[in-house]
């Protein structure tokens, strides 16, 4: 009976919601939702560091917040094509204030000269997470793993050219959980990439847009084939909000409040809450 009472307790624990109410988002088109009516939705519920009136995944972050009725202040701090070492030279004074949160999005290849390198993302995460914590030693700083581009594996040209969708977003994982497990003040990284793989490996996704969506199946990419489509920003949210709060995304439910804004389906809606949650089970 007292090891059964632990364990409950244990899981009570690792499921319980996170404290921290302030949470600040730096990154790039990929977080303030490029080529996608992500990037402009709702975005007075948030504050926008630069006065670009984005909402982006913050704004998706914070209506899953209201809608679990978690109380969370949210903040970001974008640039588009940039990389986390762009944030910490440029926009250290915006973002230099207390945060319980931060999530650093890197650039979609790590380094743009050398892309797989995470040696300069890696140092610039560091600096940041110094940043951070000399405001607030307690503030969770963590990684977004970012996913794989059509663009850089079905052309010719780039390292992952000709290999699966999901080799790209398997090495970005690998070298982000790298930075977390080396830099200091990294707590660890949000499978967003992953989530991303799991849409495609169960069937929900297409694989690759440039043969076009098969019937049945969603597009997780823009028209460009490198940023996200609105489901798949929706699924980078759902899987940041999952990591952060700890809160069940499949609780969201068919009927979610920025699934319906956005124009995706009840139905849609569901299979990404499920993809969210099945991936952040798996990476935990």
Same mark, same amino acid.
């Given at each position: 009976?007292?090891?059964?009472?632990?364990?409950?307790?244990?899981?009570?624990?690792?499921?319980?919601?996170?404290?921290?109410?302030?949470?600040?988002?730096?990154?790039?088109?990929?977080?303030?939702?490029?080529?996608?009516?992500?990037?402009?939705?709702?975005?007075?519920?948030?504050?926008?560091?630069?006065?670009?009136?984005?909402?982006?995944?913050?704004?998706?972050?914070?209506?899953?917040?209201?809608?679990?009725?978690?109380?969370?202040?949210?903040?970001?701090?974008?640039?588009?094509?940039?990389?986390?070492?762009?944030?910490?030279?440029?926009?250290?004074?915006?973002?230099?204030?207390?945060?319980?949160?931060?999530?650093?999005?890197?650039?979609?290849?790590?380094?743009?000269?050398?892309?797989?390198?995470?040696?300069?993302?890696?140092?610039?995460?560091?600096?940041?997470?110094?940043?951070?914590?000399?405001? *607030?030693?307690? %503030?969770?700083?963590? +990684?977004?793993? @970012?996913?794989?581009? &059509?663009?850089?594996?079905? #052309?010719?040209?780039? $390292?992952?050219?000709?290999?699966?969708?999901?080799?790209?977003?398997?090495?970005?994982?690998?070298?982000?959980?790298?930075?977390?497990?080396?830099?200091?003040?990294?707590?660890?990284?949000?499978?967003?990439?992953?989530?991303?793989?799991?849409?495609?490996?169960?069937?929900?996704?297409?694989?690759?847009?440039?043969?076009?969506?098969?019937?049945?199946?969603?597009?997780?990419?823009?028209?460009?084939?490198?940023?996200?489509?609105?489901?798949?920003?929706?699924?980078?949210?759902?899987?940041?909000?999952?990591?952060?709060?700890?809160?069940?995304?499949?609780?969201?439910?068919? *009927?979610?409040? %920025?699934?319906?804004? +956005?124009?995706? @389906?009840?139905?849609? &809606?569901?299979?990404?809450? #499920?993809?969210?949650? $099945?991936?952040?089970?798996?990476?935990?």
């Amino acid at each position: 009976m007292i090891r059964l009472l632990l364990t409950l307790a244990a899981v009570s624990l690792a499921t319980a919601p996170a404290i921290a109410r302030d949470i600040l988002f730096i990154g790039n088109s990929f977080t303030f939702g490029a080529g996608s009516p992500v990037e402009r939705y709702r975005p007075d519920s948030v504050t926008d560091l630069n006065d670009d009136r984005i909402g982006g995944v913050p704004a998706l972050f914070r209506a899953f917040a209201e809608q679990a009725g978690l109380d969370w202040t949210v903040a970001l701090e974008t640039s588009p094509g940039k990389d986390l070492a762009y944030h910490y030279a440029n926009r250290r004074g915006a973002i230099d204030r207390r945060w319980d949160v931060v999530i650093l999005q890197g650039y979609s290849t790590l380094d743009a000269r050398r892309p797989g390198d995470a040696t300069r993302h890696g140092e610039a995460a560091g600096r940041l997470a110094a940043l951070i914590h000399a405001r *607030n030693p307690q %503030a969770q700083v963590k +990684l977004v793993e @970012t996913w794989s581009r &059509a663009d850089l594996t079905y #052309r010719p040209g780039s $390292r992952w050219s000709g290999k699966p969708i999901a080799a790209m977003a398997n090495d970005l994982a690998a070298a982000n959980r790298q930075v977390a497990r080396t830099v200091p003040g990294i707590a660890g990284t949000i499978p967003v990439g992953s989530a991303w793989n799991d849409a495609i490996a169960s069937g929900l996704a297409d694989a690759n847009p440039y043969d076009g969506i098969d019937p049945g199946k969603i597009g997780l990419w823009a028209d460009d084939h490198y940023h996200g489509s609105t489901a798949g920003y929706y699924l980078e949210a759902l899987t940041i909000f999952g990591r952060v709060t700890g809160f069940d995304v499949r609780r969201l439910g068919p *009927n979610e409040r %920025a699934a319906r804004d +956005l124009g995706l @389906t009840p139905a849609i &809606a569901k299979a990404l809450q #499920r993809v969210a949650w $099945r991936t952040l089970r798996r990476n935990r």
